[in-house]
């Protein structure tokens, strides 16, 4: 098992930044490829950003368009999502996601709780 926990999120300008974190806790980090996903009322969820399990692959969703940036710090297990040049289409509730694999999956095995970001026009 492991807990992830989001935070980071909230309101902002159009054409603002954020950095999303996330928290992992209960087993070895470093085990685990890690992403974020995004869900907005009335829409179906999103992949925004998935990372390996060493950091040395990434990967984003088409409507990233070099805006951001995944990382992660296997020291600290904390996963981050540095998010720039926001846009209204962006409001959605981020969650990050976990599997016990290279990298992840379509369907992780585990989710934090999310968090709101919202971006005003």
């Known amino acids: 098992q492991v807990q992830l926990v989001e935070s980071g999120g909230g309101l902002v300008q159009a054409g603002g930044s954020l950095r999303l974190s996330c928290a992992a806790s209960?087993?070895?980090?470093?085990?685990?490829?890690m992403g974020w996903f995004r869900q907005a009322p009335g829409k179906e969820r999103e992949f925004v950003a998935g990372?390996?399990?060493?950091?040395?692959?990434?990967y984003y969703g088409d409507f990233v368009k070099g805006r951001f940036t995944i990382s992660r710090d296997n020291a600290k297990n904390i996963l981050y999502l540095q998010m720039g040049s926001l846009k209204p289409e962006d409001t959605a509730s981020y969650y990050c996601?976990?599997?016990?694999?290279?990298?992840?999956?379509?369907?992780?095995?585990?989710w934090g709780q999310g968090t709101q970001v919202t971006v005003s026009s």
């Open positions: 209960g087993h070895t980090f470093g085990i685990f490829a």
């Open positions: 990372i390996s399990r060493s950091g040395g692959s990434v």
């Open positions: 996601a976990a599997d016990p694999s290279v990298v992840l999956t379509a369907q992780p095995s585990y």
